[in-house]
Structure formats: structure tokens, C-alpha cells
């Protein structure tokens, strides 16, 4: 199964890491003794992606240098980057739609995520939603949950306002159609936040749970956790056929 191509979020300024990202950006953080995004592109190979789009701002030049075309990842990495000023999550998508052919999936930069990709893409392809969202029932585990879902309909979301019914939480991988992105402003910031919001409300958003629990570098408690991880198993995660 040829899977969609992937863009990774990874233009933030990575503040709850001072001083680690002070001189590098949160990709290049170190983690299972390699920079993160190397554990990152080697997940999705693992499970099929051959295409990547890379959008930066923050020390973005840093990630080009390491990552470089992708062929070491046995992959094609493009890059785009937002200019003078970040443009947000969904501005930085709008911005990297001429890099990706059809749907696409939709990373952050931060997230490992040992889920099962080609069934996502599956569950996309069959039904006619514009966009996708994964969820995963977290009750608050291990972030502030912000989804509710019912009867595998998303209800509501809001990153902000947390209700006693949001028992599931952005798993932090979404599949998206162009058209969601066409009517912004090209190199004007923009959240993805906002437009997950506005799907909700039309009832254009497709929900898939995930059932694998999600790891991430954003905070420290995260990164020291995945670290641990992979240094004692560097390769649990990946996808084996």
C-alpha cells in the first residue's frame, strides 16, 4: 500500500525545552542517543512513508543539514519554511500544499506515534470527510483530554475549554483533502486548532481511535520518557511486516 505523503510540523520555537533547544530546534534534540526526528523518520518508513515534507522556522536550516534529501532515510524529504515570521500549524500546511499530490498526513513535530498508518488511510479513503483526526481515549492520563466523541462522531474540540465529557485526547496525526487549506491566505499564520474546530462544526471530521498510547519531546517528562525507551529497545517501535 503506497502511503500518503507526510507533513511534519516543526517550525516551533520548542520554549519548554530551554535550554536544550537554545541553540538547536526540538527535532535535533537528542533522544535514544540520535536527534529525535532520525527516530521519527525511521517510524514511518517502517510503516510505508516514502514522502515527507519537513516545514521549519526556528533554526529550520539545522534540520535541513541533518536530514538532508531523505535517501539515508531511505525516503524524499522536501522542505518548506514560513519566512521571517511562523505562520502557525495550519499556515505552514497552506504554505506546503504545492509540495504534496492528493491527501496527506499531518505530524507534529514532537509526536512519536506507533500507530497503524496504512489502516488510517484505509479508514480515510472509504469514507468522503475532508479531514481526519485520530483520537485516543486518554481520560486525562496523559495530557488534559480536549475531544468528545460519541458514536464515532466528534463532538467537540477545544484545547482551551475542557468539559467532564472530553475523554479523548488529539493523538496528534490528522489526514486531510487540499480544500481544507485552499481559502487561506498563502504566507499568513494560521491554526490548525481553528480549522479541526471548524470541521467539527459542519460535521466534515472523521474520527479514527487510535488504541497504541502516544509518546512525545514536547515537554521534559516526555522526552525523558521516550528517551529511556529507546535506548533500551531502539526499535520496539517499528513496524515489522
Not at 510505508?48 to 536530514?67: L, P
Not at 472530553?166 to 491554526?191: K, N, T, W
Request: charged share 20%.
Amino acid at each position: 500500500m503506497n502511503l500518503f505523503p507526510v507533513i511534519i510540523l516543526a517550525g516551533g520555537l520548542a520554549t519548554r525545552l530551554r535550554p536544550v533547544t537554545e541553540k538547536i530546534p526540538k527535532a535535533l534534540v537528542e533522544v535514544g542517543k540520535e536527534p529525535f526526528i532520525a527516530h521519527q523518520l525511521r517510524l514511518l518508513h517502517s510503516h510505508g512513508v516514502r514522502d515527507v515534507v519537513i516545514s521549519a522556522w526556528y533554526r529550520g536550516e539545522m534540520i535541513r543539514e541533518f536530514v538532508g534529501d531523505g535517501s539515508r532515510f531511505g525516503m524524499k524529504v522536501e522542505y518548506v519554511f514560513d519566512g521571517a515570521a511562523p505562520l502557525g500549524t495550519a499556515g505552514a500546511i497552506r504554505q506546503a500544499l504545492n509540495l504534496v499530490d492528493g491527501p496527506f498526513f499531518v505530524l507534529y513535530g514532537d509526536s512519536y506515534l506507533p500507530c497503524d498508518y496504512a489502516d488510517i488511510q484505509a479508514s480515510f479513503t472509504s469514507h468522503s470527510q475532508p479531514g481526519l483526526m485520530t483520537i485516543y481515549r486518554n481520560q486525562g492520563k496523559w495530557d488534559s483530554s480536549n475531544v468528545e466523541m460519541a458514536d464515532g462522531q466528534i463532538l467537540c474540540y477545544d484545547k482551551k475549554i475542557h468539559t467532564p465529557r472530553m475523554e479523548f485526547i488529539d493523538y496528534g496525526l490528522g489526514l486531510f483533502r487540499h480544500e481544507v487549506f485552499l481559502s487561506l491566505p498563502v504566507g499568513q499564520p494560521a491554526d490548525l486548532a481553528e480549522i479541526y474546530q471548524a470541521l467539527v462544526k459542519t460535521r466534515n471530521l472523521q474520527a479514527y481511535e487510535v488504541q497504541q498510547r502516544f509518546y512525545e519531546i514536547g515537554s521534559f517528562e516526555g522526552l525523558h520518557e521516550l528517551d529511556e525507551l529507546l535506548n533500551n529497545n531502539p526499535n520496539q517501535f517499528l513496524h515489522k511486516d
